[in-house]
T-cell receptor, first 115, second 112 residues
């Protein structure tokens, strides 16, 4: 079946602008994760959804970052007043249930560049 | 809290040679450990995972890893490298919840 998809694949924006990044998880997966991967680093946890609710948002760096999953499927990561330091690849993953033992399936990521 | 350290940001081997990618973990509770591979412009793909069953874990593409509690290690090996193994490899640790922590990654180059 279809894997995790993310759109757009690339996004270039200017400092101070607002961006939305979309994630379509694997159908039926209840858990969804957002990660940020900076150049030369491993993925860094941002937020985890179980169903529609954010079960853990402790990884969000500040209040400019927000994510939603209103129907328990598609999720949108929203970044307000973007800064150059937000430039990174944003990865989405989904799993059948909550993480840990369950394998997380990753999308190809959205490469965000803030000029 | 959990963390992993991957020793060596770049590893280069000849085709047919042994691949050894090192990962050491730190965890206050029994860990669950993972190795992921990332090919250019693709998402991370699970190679294998340790979930407290057998300490020697076999994964896809001929890779395996051994959990050594005494050494807090989970090194990834493959007896014979193939050109198609060239990629970025990430070790990750979880306490069994949603909080998975990744290492900085090791880029594997395979020379013909």
């Amino acid at each position: 079946g279809a894997g995790v998809s993310q759109t757009p694949s690339n996004k270039v924006t200017e400092k101070g602008k607002y961006v939305e990044l979309r994630c379509d998880p694997i159908s039926g997966h209840t858990a969804l994760y957002w990660y940020r991967q900076s150049l030369g680093q491993g993925p860094e946890f941002l937020i985890y959804f179980q169903g529609t609710g954010a079960a853990d948002d402790s990884g969000l760096p500040n209040d400019r970052f927000f994510a939603v999953r209103p129907e328990g499927s598609v999720s949108t990561l929203k970044i307000q007043r973007t800064e150059r330091g937000d430039s990174a690849v944003y990865l989405c993953a989904s799993s059948p249930e909550r993480g840990g033992l369950e394998t997380q399936y990753f999308g190809p990521g959205t490469r965000l560049l803030v000029l | 809290a959990q963390s992993v350290t991957q020793l060596g940001s770049h590893v280069s081997v000849s085709e047919g040679a042994l691949v050894l990618l090192r990962c050491n973990y730190s965890s206050s509770v029994p860990p669950y450990l993972f190795w992921y591979v990332q090919y250019p412009n693709q998402g991370l793909q699970l190679l294998l995972k340790y979930t407290s069953a057998a300490t020697l874990v076999k994964g896809i593409n001929g890779f395996e890893a051994e959990f050594k509690k005494s050494e807090t290690s989970f090194h990834l090996t493959k007896p014979s490298a193939h050109m198609s193994d060239a990629a970025e490899y990430f070790c990750a640790v979880s306490a069994g919840n949603n909080d998975m922590r990744f290492g900085a990654g090791t880029r594997l180059t395979v020379k013909p």
